[in-house]
């Protein structure tokens, strides 16, 4: 089977084969109203339109497979949210699980015991002091107050004002193409 790129060069030159042959046959004096005659007119039509067949069976097996790859792709999204949802529900089970550790070097402090156990995978350490505050970040002391800058192009605000005629160093608008099929 040919490739769609195949049909396509291939519906191209026999186009120019067929606007050559039209050319011959006007510049040969013969009535328009005969040129149907003419078998490598008859046979060049009757190829294109073979050809044109053949590229619109493809672009619809093209579409078929777009459609399927979509598909797989929303499949994946949808996957990797329940995984997210998993992954978050994994993490506060290990988390009470922790708490539960805690609970128990608390314990052992209020009896009297190191705050420090050692085992032989792992130690724990309970620790007395966390920073709690306001969630108002405004209510924190300047020099505690972290700030994060992200900064990325805007390629819709650039796309509008280089077709609005203004010149800008660097940036250019470029032919590109997409694919809808409905």
Do not use: N
């Not at 290990?94 to 608390?106: F, H, M, P, T």
């Not at 002391?141 to 203004?166: F, M, N, Q, S």
């Amino acid at each position: 089977m040919k490739s769609a790129t195949d049909i396509v060069t291939a519906a191209a030159e026999l186009s120019i084969q067929l606007a050559d042959e039209l050319d011959r046959l006007a510049a040969s004096g013969e009535p328009e109203e005969t040129w149907g005659d003419d078998p490598m007119v008859a046979a060049l039509l009757d190829t294109i339109e073979g050809v044109e067949g053949a590229a619109a069976i493809k672009l619809d097996r093209i579409r078929y497979v777009v459609q399927m790859i979509e598909a797989e792709a929303e499949a994946i999204a949808a996957e990797a949210a329940r995984l997210t949802a998993r992954a978050k529900s994994t993490k506060a089970r290990a988390s009470r699980v922790k708490e539960r550790g805690l609970w128990l070097l608390r314990k052992m402090a209020s009896a009297g015991q190191e705050l420090k156990v050692r085992g032989t995978a792992s130690h724990w350490i309970a620790t007395t002091y966390r920073v709690e505050g306001p969630a108002d970040i405004e209510a924190w002391p300047e020099r505690l107050r972290r700030t994060k800058v992200v900064v990325e192009p805007d390629r819709i605000a650039a796309k509008k004002a280089l077709e609005a005629g203004e010149a800008i160093d660097g940036l250019s608008l470029v032919p590109s193409q997409t694919w809808q099929s409905r």
